[in-house]
């Protein structure tokens, strides 16, 4: 008789984990109708809630300045113009993330070069990123996966030798440090994603920090037709610009959940660091080794390692197809594919196709290979979202329980 859900044994998991998302409250009905009554539905002047998130978000992640924008591929984009990369540069992406961490290059008709994972983090590895830098390199985004932060002491190193600006896409690490200072402080430009799936969550929206005063201007009139960083100067200044302006709307929903944001970590923190605990004495599972210059680790999704050969060479697939009959909500980690394996990149083959359109230079995406980053979405990494890791600890038992049930009936997966 079959033991495992998989082959129609009993499941593991009977009941719902972790909460519904997002969390809401009276608190973002009050916030809205107080806009509603304002009669002030876009953002500016004196006791705008944009202005106002704008300063509060900066100063909780450690950062001089913010700048709101309405999509984190917006942010990103404003990032890279306020960097300066201009048409036909290169520009570093991580080759795992969201297609936005690389689609935001393409907007500027510049050209995403693509850089191999760091096996510790899922971030974009600095030796990686220095091996691919040329003349043409202007600029480079890098990703704190999942919210683990990158190696940015590293990275930092390559950004100083090269003098290349590094651009934080920190769309899943919200609260998360590095050495005590929050991402998105610790680059040049630091671009958040504010959707309502995020761990901070705004329906849609985006936001750029920043310590540079120059940037800031950059970012402000890039984001708003033009218009001058002093908030009542209308003037225009820059001649290639855009509306990317965050309603209030959003920015007064933010501002309610940017009070609830460290209650929130600090329990999922609780719950995932209870199942690793839980988790690595189980051959073939293997959990993140901490660095300790992650001071805080604040999740989208908890990325960990599945090890086939010590798993009696189980394949991932078929082990996240087992657990997730047991009742165990994960998914392939990393975010999954590798970007440049979208069918979007692999047409660029000629340099004609839109939006890169650099014909005495263009990259043949279909020869891009970064192999740990293949590797990894192949074999290796699983993920579980984390509105699964606010709920109670008696959860991440049932997590535990689950996955050493597959493991001591792998003999029916084979």
């Not at 990275?155 to 200072?181: F, Q």
């Amino acid at each position: 008789m079959a033991k495992l859900a998989i082959n129609g044994g009993d499941k593991a998991v009977n009941r719902n984990m972790g909460r519904e998302w997002p969390i809401r409250d009276e608190n973002e009905e009050k916030a809205l109708i107080e806009v509603i009554k304002s009669a002030r539905w876009w953002g500016g002047g004196e006791g705008s809630k944009v202005w106002e998130f704008e300063d509060a978000f900066a100063k909780y992640q450690d950062a001089k300045y913010g700048v709101t924008t309405n999509s984190g591929t917006q942010a990103l984009i404003c990032a890279l113009k306020a960097a300066g990369v201009e048409p036909c540069d290169e520009v570093l992406v991580p080759s795992l993330s969201f297609f936005a961490s690389a689609t935001c290059v393409l907007f500027i008709n510049a050209i995403p070069v693509f850089v191999d994972v760091d096996p510790n983090t899922y971030g974009p590895s600095a030796e990686s990123m220095e091996a691919v830098i040329t003349e043409r390199t202007k600029a480079a985004v890098i990703v704190h996966n999942g919210g683990y932060p990158a190696n940015m002491d590293a990275i930092v190193e390559v950004s100083r030798k090269h003098d290349l600006p590094i651009i934080e896409d920190c769309a899943h690490a919200h609260a998360s440090e590095w050495r005590g200072t929050r991402v998105g402080a610790i680059g040049h430009l630091g671009a958040f994603s504010l959707m309502a799936g995020k761990s901070l969550a705004g329906g849609e929206g985006g936001i750029i920090l920043t310590n540079h005063p120059e940037l800031r201007e950059k970012l402000y009139a890039y984001m708003d037709l033009g218009r001058w960083v002093e908030r009542p100067d209308k003037s225009i200044r820059l001649p290639s610009t855009s509306n990317f302006r965050m309603p209030e709307w959003t920015a007064a929903v933010l501002l309610t959940q940017l009070s609830k944001l460290d209650e929130q970590v600090e329990i999922r923190e609780r719950n995932f660091t209870y199942l690793a605990e839980g988790l690595k004495d189980i051959d073939g599972i293997e959990p993140f080794e901490r660095d300790p210059r992650v001071t805080r680790w604040s999740i989208y999704y908890w990325n960990f390692k599945y090890i086939q050969e010590k798993f009696d060479g189980i394949p991932r697939d078929k082990f996240l197809a087992a657990i997730g009959a047991e009742g165990v909500p994960a998914s392939v980690g990393a975010h999954g594919r590798p970007i440049y394996q979208n069918p979007l990149f692999q047409s660029m083959t000629d340099g004609k196709t839109w939006p890169v359109k650099c014909p005495d230079h263009y990259i043949d995406y279909t020869k891009t290979h970064c192999p740990e980053a293949e590797r990894i979405f192949k074999t290796e990494a699983i993920c579980i979202s984390h509105r699964y890791f606010l709920g109670d600890i008696s959860d991440m038992d049932l997590i535990i329980d689950a996955v050493k049930k597959v493991r001591a009936n792998t003999d029916e997966l084979r």
